[in-house]
């Protein structure tokens, strides 16, 4: 939390003076349109990364995988397109920085390093677990002799039965 805040307090200093030393090197009417023009080629270089990160994304999905890296790469796009339109020089650098492939996956093979990415398969469930109602259903049951009888041991015995309540 103190870390935020003192982002949130250096930061625009250092953006404020930056945006000072620009003008006064350049004029200000230059060192504006050069602040627009970052955000407008940001902006754009935004818009085809994300395509391709979305597009690796899905390609993974399809085939089975699960798509952290490219999960993560949405997230430091979305940092840098923020980054891009925050008015100033050195939000620019980080923003543009975020957008490049090699620095945005480091970025997020950096990110994926300090976080587990958990992922649990879903099984196929026959018709008879489905209409199951028993919430023990999973789990494995054995008579005397150590044989599975549980409900998906797939022995299967046809009968009638009546509901005495």
Not at 26 to 42: D, H, K, M
Not at 56 to 81: D, F, K, Y
Request: net charge neutral; charged share 15%.
């Amino acid at each position: 939390m103190k870390f935020l805040f003192l982002l949130f307090i250096i930061v625009p200093i250092i953006e404020i003076s930056v945006l000072i030393n620009v003008g006064e090197a350049i004029g200000t009417w230059n060192t504006v349109g050069l602040v627009l023009l970052s955000a407008f080629i940001g902006v754009n270089m935004l818009r085809y990364q994300s395509l391709s990160t979305l597009a690796r994304a899905q390609q993974r999905a399809n085939q089975g995988e699960i798509p952290g890296q490219e999960m993560v790469e949405g997230i430091v796009l979305a940092v840098g397109g923020a980054l891009l339109v925050t008015p100033g020089f050195v939000t620019d650098v980080i923003g543009f920085s975020c957008l490049l492939p090699f620095a945005r996956k480091a970025f997020a093979k950096s990110l994926l390093s300090r976080f587990t990415v958990i992922a649990s398969q879903q099984q196929h469930t026959s018709s008879a677990q489905f209409y199951s109602s028993d919430p023990f259903r999973h789990q494995q049951s054995q008579d005397r002799s150590g044989r599975d009888i549980s409900p998906n041991s797939g022995d299967v015995i046809d009968g009638e039965f009546e509901r005495k309540d």
